[in-house]
């Protein structure tokens, strides 16, 4: 079965690096669409990054510039670095296995079936 663990989170002064892991079992991983999304307390769902089978990336406009997706398909991992972090990027993060896009108003929107249990980031001093 499909399963998703993420690491790597914790407490961080604004303006600092994290790096979030996230290792995938249970299904082809270097074929896979892979996703990292967020939800801040008292908010829904926020995606932040794609990253293809082909490693062609997509951000939010969040957090272009700031973050990087990666992925090493030799240890079926996913990762997101994340650098000049502030306080609006606290949240549980999730890395999901993509299923597919669709079009809202013009934009894309990466659509997921599968998610892992999610690490918390707080951004805080």
């Known amino acids: 079965q499909v399963q998703l663990v993420e690491s790597g989170g914790g407490l961080v002064q604004p303006g600092g690096s994290l790096k979030l892991s996230c290792a995938a079992s249970g299904f082809t991983f270097t074929s896979a669409w892979m996703l990292w999304v967020r939800q801040a307390p008292g908010k829904g769902l926020e995606w932040v990054s794609t990253?293809?089978?082909?490693?062609?990336?997509d951000y939010a406009d969040s957090v272009k510039g700031r973050f990087t997706i990666s992925r090493d398909n030799a240890k079926n991992t996913l990762y997101l670095q994340m650098n000049s972090l502030k306080s609006e990027d606290t949240a549980m993060y999730y890395c999901?296995?993509?299923?597919?896009?669709?079009?809202?108003?013009?934009?894309?929107?990466?659509?997921?079936?599968?998610w892992g249990q999610g690490t918390q980031v707080t951004v805080s001093s």
């Open positions: 990253i293809k089978g082909d490693e062609t990336t």
């Open positions: 999901a296995k993509g299923s597919g896009v669709t079009y809202v108003g013009g934009k894309i929107k990466y659509d997921y079936d599968y």
